[in-house]
C-alpha cells in the first residue's frame, strides 16, 4: 500500500463525501488568482494549495527540489524530475494536509493564508505546456463502429488494427483548459449527393470522450520506451474532449488522415491525477488476440478502473447525461500507446500529452461520440428538454466527468467542459 493511498487518511481540510478530491488523490494543477499570478498546486476538496508558497515557506524541505520549481505557469519542470520525485512530494503532501498532521500548517492561520485558497476563487489554467500531443485510436468498439459506418460492416476493422495502436499526431496550439469556449469551425465539406464541395461552418460538430495523459521526459532520440518501463514515464491522467468536425473530417481525410475536422479544439480538464493515486484502481484489459508483436506484450493489471460520463445541457437548459462508459474497454492501453509511439526512436518530452482516442463501449448508451449515439445523425437522441439531437447545437455545453471508486474511496478528475459558439464569419 502506497502510504498516501491509505483508505483511512483524512484531511484537517474540509472534504464532502462524494468529493473527486479526497487526500487519496492529491492532484496537481496550475492556478491563479487575482493577486496571484499562476503557480503549480494541488487540490484537497473545494481548496486549492499553492505549492510555491508551500516551498517558500519551508514545508518541502528535505526533498532535493530547485528554488522556484512552483512558482511557474506549467508543471513541465516538475515533470522533468521524474517518478521518485513526483512520488516524494505527493506523500510529503499528504503529510501536510491529513488530520494530525505532523507539520504546522493546520494550526498556523498566517501560512494557510498564503498557502491555501477555495477552489471558486482560484483561475484553472493549462497544467502544462505542451510541446506535442497525439490523438489514438484504442477503442475497439468505437473504431468498430466507425468502420461499419463508412466501410464494409463484414470488415470493420482495417488490417493492421488488431496488430498496433494507430495514432496520429494532433495539434497542440489549440488545447484549451476546461472552461473555454469553443467557435464552430469553418471548412469545407461535401455530402454524398453534393455535386462540388462547399466551404463554411461544419454542421456536423461533435465530441469525443477521451482520457489523456502527460509524458515525463523520455530517452534520447534514437533510443525507445519499453512496455515494462512505459509507467515509469507516464506523469498522470485528464479528461479530454477532442472536438469533432464530421463533415469536414470524412470530405478531407483520405489519404493523410485527420486535419481541420480536429486541429481546430481539444479540451482538457485542469488537474492532473497522477497514476500513483489511480494504483489501487487497476484492472485487466481486454483478450488481445492475436497476441501483440513481443514489443508491445505487457504485465497484467494494465488497465484503469475508471468511469466515465458524458452529459449536453443547450443553453440555459438542464443537461442531459447521454453516454456512460468505462475507461478499463480500451483495447490498448496507455503503456502500449507509449511503447508503440518510441519504438521506432521518437523523443518524448516531460508535458507531452498523448490521448486514448474516443471510448466506447458495447451497448449503444456507452458509446463516446454523437456520430456514433445518433448512427451518424440517423438515430436523433431525445434531451430532457423535449429536443433531439444529431450534432452539436451553438450553445450546447458538453460535459465529460470521470472518477474511479471502491472501498469508501472515490479518485476523481473533476469535470471538461467547453460551449460551442457561432462560426466566426470568413471574410477574404
Not at 490523438?135 to 463508412?150: I, L, P
Not at 461535401?190 to 465530441?207: E, H, R
Request: with cysteine.
Amino acid at each position: 500500500m502506497i502510504d498516501a493511498n491509505r483508505p483511512e487518511l483524512t484531511s484537517w481540510l474540509s472534504v464532502s463525501q462524494d468529493s473527486d478530491f479526497p487526500i487519496q488523490n492529491l492532484p496537481f494543477g496550475v492556478f491563479s488568482t487575482p493577486s496571484l499570478p499562476a503557480v503549480c498546486g494541488t487540490r484537497v476538496g473545494d481548496f486549492a494549495v499553492d505549492l510555491d508558497a508551500l516551498q517558500r515557506l519551508g514545508y518541502l524541505e528535505g526533498l532535493g527540489l530547485p528554488d522556484g520549481l512552483f512558482a511557474q505557469d506549467h508543471l513541465n519542470a516538475f515533470i522533468a524530475c521524474g517518478k521518485k520525485t513526483w512520488s516524494d512530494v505527493r506523500l510529503r503532501l499528504s503529510q501536510i494536509l491529513r488530520s494530525e498532521s505532523s507539520f504546522p500548517l493546520e494550526k498556523n492561520r498566517e501560512h494557510q493564508n498564503q498557502c491555501v485558497h477555495e477552489q471558486g476563487a482560484v483561475r484553472m489554467h493549462l497544467p502544462a505546456r505542451i510541446g506535442d500531443y497525439t490523438d489514438f485510436y484504442a477503442s475497439r468498439e468505437h473504431a468498430t463502429n466507425v468502420g461499419k459506418m463508412f466501410r464494409d460492416p463484414e470488415n470493420a476493422l482495417l488490417p493492421n488494427w488488431l496488430h498496433l495502436p494507430v495514432g496520429y499526431h494532433g495539434r497542440a496550439s489549440t488545447l484549451v483548459v476546461s472552461g473555454t469556449d469553443i467557435y464552430r469551425p469553418n471548412g469545407q465539406r461535401k455530402g454524398p449527393n453534393d455535386p462540388a464541395p462547399v466551404f463554411g461552418p461544419s454542421v456536423k460538430m461533435d465530441f469525443e470522450l477521451e482520457v489523456g495523459f502527460l509524458t515525463g521526459q523520455g530517452p534520447e532520440m534514437g533510443d525507445w520506451i519499453s512496455t515494462k518501463v512505459a509507467e515509469d514515464y507516464i506523469f498522470g491522467l485528464v479528461l479530454f474532449n477532442d472536438w469533432s468536425a464530421r463533415d469536414l473530417q470524412q470530405w478531407e481525410y483520405v489519404p493523410l488522415g485527420p486535419f481541420l475536422g480536429k486541429n481546430f479544439a481539444s479540451s482538457m480538464s485542469p488537474w492532473v491525477v497522477t497514476l500513483e493515486a489511480l494504483e489501487s484502481f487497476r484492472t485487466d484489459g481486454p483478450l488481445q488476440s492475436p497476441e501483440p508483436l513481443p514489443y508491445l506484450h505487457q504485465p497484467k493489471n494494465s488497465h484503469i478502473n475508471l468511469n466515465l460520463e458524458v452529459a449536453l445541457a443547450p443553453r440555459g437548459e438542464e443537461e442531459t447525461v447521454i453516454s456512460r462508459t468505462n475507461f478499463s474497454t480500451m483495447y490498448w492501453s496507455m503503456a502500449q500507446q507509449l511503447a508503440h509511439h518510441t519504438c521506432n526512436g521518437c523523443a518524448i518530452k516531460a508535458g507531452d500529452l498523448l490521448a486514448s482516442g474516443t471510448i466506447s463501449g458495447a451497448t449503444p448508451d456507452s458509446f463516446g461520440s454523437l456520430l456514433e449515439l445518433s448512427w451518424n445523425g440517423t438515430q436523433p437522441l431525445q434531451l430532457k428538454n423535449g429536443t433531439e439531437r444529431r450534432f452539436l447545437d451553438d450553445g450546447d455545453t458538453l460535459i465529460l466527468r470521470g472518477h474511479a471508486a471502491h472501498s469508501g474511496i472515490r479518485i476523481g478528475f473533476g469535470e471538461v467542459s467547453g460551449t460551442l459558439l457561432p462560426a466566426k464569419a470568413w471574410t477574404a
